[in-house]
């Protein structure tokens, strides 16, 4: 069975520093990995999705995330955090064809500090 | 478009009632899941749909929770009777092979069973 894992809780981060939010996966074959955000009392929205192809995808937001199978990770990166940057971040993993719900890992609270 | 539309938002209810959760897809997807959220388990696929055939329920907890797709723009997920430990917020999510393998999340229903 596929699963991911985030192993940081919590992430402090000055406003202006850069970020990198850590996942790794668990998959026999190739997945689709997705980063999701969710603000406080909302659903999620997608910031970027990694299906084949350059193993570094830009998103929304000036997110960008880096697949590197021999890893097994899908980090997160942005290279300046916004105040409005604060919310719970979710990697997620699908199995090949597209077609299948997704299992998402514990999340990752990011706290931007003035 | 409108989204995916979730109702109700809040459900506040007593141990051993029914409730119904509903779910409008957005037009012209053929995949509709049902996620639920909770501080324990984080998210965690309870179905999902193609076409309007639950295709994949191992998901579901128990047999208290069914969940119907009537037609291509309408589902329901009901819980009889409830118990405290149902309480969550309840996500339905869309998508579509037509386009690319995208969920888009609808705002959620915040359960809560006393």
């Known amino acids: 069975a596929q699963s991911v894992t985030q192993p940081d809780i919590h992430i402090t981060v000055s406003e202006g520093a850069s970020l990198e939010l850590r996942c790794n996966y668990s998959?026999?074959?190739?997945?689709?990995l997705f980063w999701y955000v969710q603000s406080p009392g909302q659903g999620l929205q997608l910031l970027l999705k990694y299906f084949s192809g350059d193993t570094l995808v830009q998103g929304i937001k000036g997110f960008e995330a880096e697949f590197k199978r021999s890893q097994s990770s899908f980090n997160l990166r942005k290279p300046s955090v916004h105040w409005s940057d604060a919310a719970e971040y979710f990697c997620?993993?699908?199995?090949?064809?597209?077609?299948?719900?997704?299992?998402f890992g514990k999340g990752t609270h990011l706290i931007i500090q003035p | 478009d409108a989204g995916v539309i979730q109702s109700p938002r809040h459900e506040v209810t007593e141990m051993g009632q029914e409730v119904t959760l509903r779910c409008k897809p957005i037009s012209g997807h053929d995949y509709l899941f049902w996620y639920r959220q909770t501080m324990m388990r984080g998210l965690e696929l309870l179905i999902y749909?193609?076409?309007?055939?639950?295709?994949?329920d191992s998901g579901m907890p128990e047999d208290r929770f069914s969940a119907k797709m009537p037609n291509a723009s309408f589902s329901t997920l009901k819980i009889q009777p409830s118990e405290p430990r149902d309480s969550a917020v309840y996500f339905c999510?869309?998508?579509?092979?037509?386009?690319?393998?995208?969920?888009?999340f609808g705002p959620g229903t915040r359960l809560t069973v006393t």
């Open positions: 999510a869309s998508s579509s092979l037509a386009g690319t393998y995208e969920q888009y």
């Open positions: 998959y026999g074959a190739t997945p689709y």
């Open positions: 749909f193609n076409n309007n055939v639950p295709i994949d």
């Open positions: 997620a993993v699908q199995s090949g064809g597209g077609a299948d719900g997704l299992t």
